[in-house]
């Protein structure tokens, strides 16, 4: 008997044990599905900015300065109506925003915010035009700067938000014109956006 229940222990502690391990790869799987799909639309998010760059390098190149309006205005004024899913261009796959259905873009449609004002031999190289909006991504965010190149900024501040991002990149160096109107804009969208994203936390 004590051998018929001592193989019965064994056989039972070998199940745990498998159990027990199939649970923990199925957990990692799960976690390394998470961050797969994040970085997935990281990568999705620059691909969009990088599109946008160029349309807004065109417009340069054709009218002599980027749009003046900013936020959407600035962004409506660009030639991307002619792909069909323009909308898209505009929203960053990691937000919760959907497309509108709208002729023109719209601050509930998109998910980047434009900084009007430059002009491509009056910008710096890496003074931001675009920037992603608080909340797409875990504390990262996609820019987009006016040599047309785009990258990726983490602030140390939790939760950032477009301020943070903004001295982060700059290295608080705020002494042109261009710079200063941004700080100016990034505060004022902080406020409305940061504490949507400590609820959604």
């Known amino acids: 008997m004590r051998n018929g229940t001592g193989k019965t222990r064994d056989i039972l502690l070998m199940l745990c044990l498998i159990a027990g391990g199939f649970c923990l790869l199925f957990f990692q799987c799960r976690i390394n599905h998470a961050k797969d799909r994040r970085l997935v639309q990281s990568i999705a998010c620059a691909a969009h900015l990088k599109q946008i760059g160029t349309a807004l390098l065109e417009y340069a190149g054709r009218e002599g300065a980027f749009p003046v309006p900013g936020g959407v205005a600035g962004l409506n004024l660009l030639n991307l109506r002619k792909?069909?899913?323009?909308?898209?261009?505009?929203?960053?796959?990691?937000?919760?925003?959907?497309?509108?259905?709208?002729?023109?873009?719209?601050?509930?449609?998109?998910?980047?915010?434009?900084?009007s004002g430059g002009a491509p031999g009056k910008n710096a190289p890496k003074d931001i035009l675009v920037i992603e909006r608080a909340g797409n991504h875990e504390n990262f965010f996609n820019v987009l700067f006016a040599d047309g190149s785009v990258g990726g900024v983490i602030p140390e501040t939790k939760?950032?938000?477009?301020?943070?991002?903004?001295?982060?990149?700059?290295?608080?160096d705020f002494s042109t014109l261009f710079r200063l109107r941004q700080l100016e804009t990034a505060r004022m969208l902080d406020r409305i956006s940061i504490p949507a994203v400590r609820k959604k936390e």
């Open 159 to 172: 939760p950032a938000g477009l301020e943070a991002v903004l001295r982060e990149s700059y290295r608080n």
């Open 83 to 115: 792909n069909p899913e323009w909308r898209e261009l505009f929203l960053c796959p990691a937000s919760a925003l959907q497309a509108g259905r709208e002729n023109d873009l719209s601050d509930a449609h998109c998910s980047y915010h434009y900084f």
